[in-house]
């Protein structure tokens, strides 16, 4: 099975958090920035987020410039079913899926439902079920954990990183990468492609280095 290109992306301040300690949504990109991000859900098939991203930022996740039949497929991954009936996500006119764990029995107006594991969403079987429906593309934009999950599975081939030109600090303010983290024989190893400025700040663009044990 030839499985959806995955890019993971987002933006970090100077000491790598996304958010403050309030886990609200801070502006960190530059305008330049934020116009490489539209290009680069333009050039998605899907966009995917955690749950824990909907409740915090409720993004409408479009690209407002395309018709809504043109934007990409909206995911949400939802393991027990805490997506808003009134969230923006399920908005707009653009087809949106929400992803949930096997026992998840809740619907939505406005969105199609998976529902694919135990306990929490199975990322392998959504891959399956986003490859069946075409999608090469898939843009994950966050939060922590959810970064972390796919990872963890295997499944990021881009790591796409801008950094900010602000510092937010604070223990408990969160990172681009959560969950229970890896002990360092278990980092996931990234080979640095470019670095580009973008007004105060830095992207960085990272490949994933994969060894003949990891899955394409």
Request: overall charge neutral; proline content about 5%.
């Amino acid at each position: 099975m030839m499985r959806p290109h995955v890019v993971v992306n987002c933006a970090m301040t100077a000491d790598g958090k996304i958010a403050s300690i309030a886990r609200r949504q801070v502006r960190i990109s530059s305008p330049e920035d934020m116009e490489r991000v539209k290009e680069l859900r333009t050039g998605s098939d899907a966009i995917l987020v955690g749950v824990g991203t909907v409740l915090a930022d409720d993004p409408h996740l479009t690209v407002r410039s395309l018709s809504p039949d043109k934007n990409p497929l909206r995911i949400v991954l939802d393991s027990q079913g805490r997506t808003p009936n009134n969230a923006k996500v399920l908005t707009g006119g653009v087809p949106t899926l929400i992803a949930t764990a096997a026992n998840c029995v809740k619907t939505w107006r406005g969105a199609q439902v998976l529902r694919c594991g135990e306990g929490q969403v199975d990322l392998q079987c959504l891959m399956v079920e986003l490859e069946r429906r075409g999608i090469e593309r898939l843009m994950v934009e966050g939060g922590g954990e959810t970064i972390c999950s796919f990872f963890k599975n295997g499944l990021v081939d881009e790591y796409r990183v801008f950094v900010g030109s602000l510092v937010l600090g604070g223990v408990d303010a969160p990172t681009p990468c959560e969950g229970q983290g890896f002990l360092e024989k278990n980092a996931i190893r990234l080979r640095l492609l470019t670095v580009t400025q973008l007004g105060e700040g830095a992207l960085l663009c990272y490949e994933v280095v994969r060894d003949a044990a990891q899955p394409a």
